[in-house]
């Protein structure tokens, strides 16, 4: 297939666009690198600087599918900063899901997120849990989640958007180098490089077993895997939701304990206040995306995984 990967020069999009690539299809990564890297665009794909709402023009081409990756990704910013969101995720999608009805273009995989979910009432999360994010970031991917489904509808688009949970581990070349790093192991492997002195747990005092927040965490190669699925079975006119974890929930303490067997290193941790929108535990049931993708977790250990993950944080 002919693929516009939106977002292929971050995280996630650059390892889905070189497992893409690997699998056959022709690649065209189209990034403003904002928050993304022109390396990390994986060699054998095109490469376009320039914003996924502006798709219109590339799309003319002629394209099988999109795999819209590009959005701001920070929740304590969609806080502080809603429009950031509101216009940078919801008004870019909704430009980038017009410009496909027009062109013809008739498939899409969404990056969606646990975050649509909010506080859970029961774990793990099912995708017909309700939705309530808790903050702007969620709620701005349930917008989308929300317009991809009447587009499907009344277009005939085959859709499917994918609820991450925590994404974690590294491909090759490819993996987390964000420059405001928020995520909790990234910023463990930075204490134990010696690029911060520790890390801070954001609360102690949360009703789980040692305290700390429980997390769900995805491989991102695994996390490729169910893109790729998700395009060989996106049926026309229709939009299917998935969750995407593990299965199984670690706290920031196992986290960083793990980090600490994997590296070697002691890495101080403190404990500092809660964060505001945090939810205790996020844990996904991704029952529907094994039974009907056929989607089956590799790489759960969560020493594999912050393996992976130092192997590129030490390389970069
Ligand atoms: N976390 C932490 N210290 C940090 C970064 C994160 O204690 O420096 C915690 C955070 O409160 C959450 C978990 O680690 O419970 C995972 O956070 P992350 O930002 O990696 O992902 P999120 O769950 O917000 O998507």
Redesign the pocket.
């Given at each position: 297939m002919k693929l516009l990967v939106t977002g292929g020069a971050g995280y996630v999009g650059s390892v889905n666009a070189a497992r893409l690539l690997e699998a056959g299809h022709e690649v065209v990564v189209l990034d403003d690198l904002s928050t993304g890297h022109a390396d990390a665009v994986p060699h054998g794909a095109r490469f376009v600087e320039g914003d996924a709402g502006d798709a219109g023009s590339l799309l003319a081409e002629g394209f099988d599918g999109v795999l819209h990756f590009a959005a701001k990704s920070l929740?304590g910013e969609s806080m502080e900063n809603p429009a950031k969101y509101w216009h940078g995720n919801v008004g870019t999608a909704l430009n980038l899901l017009d410009a496909m009805r027009d062109n013809g273009t008739p498939r899409l995989v969404f990056s969606s997120t646990a975050a649509t979910y909010g506080e859970p009432e029961e774990v793990p999360i099912k995708e017909s849990a309700p939705t309530w994010p808790t903050n702007t970031y969620g709620a701005s991917k349930l917008a989308i989640d929300l317009a991809i489904t009447s587009y499907a509808a009344a277009h005939g688009l085959a859709a499917v958007s994918l609820r991450y949970f925590?994404v974690a581990g590294a491909y090759m070349n490819y993996g987390e180098r964000h420059t405001v790093e928020?995520?909790?192991?990234p910023?463990v492997l930075q204490v134990a490089l010696g690029q911060r002195e520790q890390?801070?747990?954001?609360g102690d005092d949360w009703p789980t077993e040692d305290g700390t927040?429980i997390?769900d965490y995805v491989h991102v190669v695994d996390l490729a895997d169910a893109h790729q699925l998700a395009l060989q079975h996106a049926e026309p006119g229709t939009h299917r939701i998935y969750n995407l974890g593990s299965g199984s929930g670690f706290s920031?303490k196992q986290v960083i304990d793990t980090c600490r067997q994997v590296t070697g290193h002691a890495i101080p941790a403190t404990v500092a206040p809660r964060?505001a929108g945090?939810p205790a535990v996020?844990v996904a049931s991704s029952e529907r995306a094994q039974e009907e993708l056929g989607w089956k977790p590799q790489r759960t250990d969560l020493a594999s995984i912050v393996s992976d993950a130092w192997e590129f944080a030490r390389k970069h």
């Open positions: 929740v925590n928020t995520h909790l192991i910023i890390v801070q747990m954001y927040c997390r920031v964060r945090d996020l």
